[in-house]
């Protein structure tokens, strides 16, 4: 009768260990998981502040054959500043025009800001001079340093004649996250 104890009670002790480790190993399992859920997380949400589009390739047109485009540059540098690489063609030959942007704040791929600003050197604005064959280039840039890591924008582009302010050349609307 005692053996039948002491099996019993063996068994029943082994039995709980067994039980114990498996809790413990889908415990950890589970501990497991929910670190990797909380890592893919903090990756998504540092992932819009990582991700494209911080560049963009902006094309403007115009009557006829007019037609420009800005490399829209944002490096990834503490400096945050944005070049715009901006080349225009079939112009008015040796003429001035400058490059406007406009953003909206509310994300929708519909740009409906008016509220243009002339970009240049920094704060300075800057013309783009056409050649004899209307064709110009110029590298301009913006410094967005009190722009918040991560925010995005709709923004859209026009180039326009800086003797009467005519608009000769116009963007699509195109989204930008600030790096």
């Known amino acids: 009768m005692r ?10 002790v082994s ?8 809790q413990k190993q889908l415990g950890q399992k589970q501990l497991d998981q929910k670190s990797q859920e909380a890592e893919a997380s903090s990756v998504a949400s540092n992932a819009r502040a990582e991700n494209p589009p911080f560049n ?4 403007l047109r115009g009557d006829g054959n007019r037609f420009g485009l800005v490399k829209f540059r944002q490096d990834n ?13 079939d112009l008015e030959p040796n ?7 406009a953003v909206d704040n509310v994300v929708d791929g519909n740009c409906t800001s008016t509220n243009w600003l002339t970009l240049g050197k920094g704060l300075t ?4 001079l056409t050649d004899a064959n209307g064709t110009g280039r110029e590298e301009l840039w913006r410094d967005i340093s009190t722009v918040p890591t991560g925010s995005e924008f ?13 608009v ?5 609307c195109y989204q930008y996250i600030a790096r």
Do not use: M
């Open 56 to 59: 963009l390739e902006v094309i």
């Open 95 to 101: 003429h001035n025009y400058l490059l406007q942007r």
């Open 168 to 172: 000769v050349l116009t963007s699509d």
């Open 125 to 128: 604005a800057q013309s783009i």
């Open 15 to 22: 039995f709980s260990i067994f039980s114990l480790s498996c």
């Open 3 to 12: 053996n039948k104890i002491q099996n019993a009670v063996l068994v029943f």
């Open 154 to 166: 709709d923004i859209h582009f026009q180039v326009v004649d800086a003797v009467n302010g005519d």
């Open 77 to 89: 540098d503490p400096a945050k500043i944005i070049t715009l690489d901006t080349w225009v063609r």
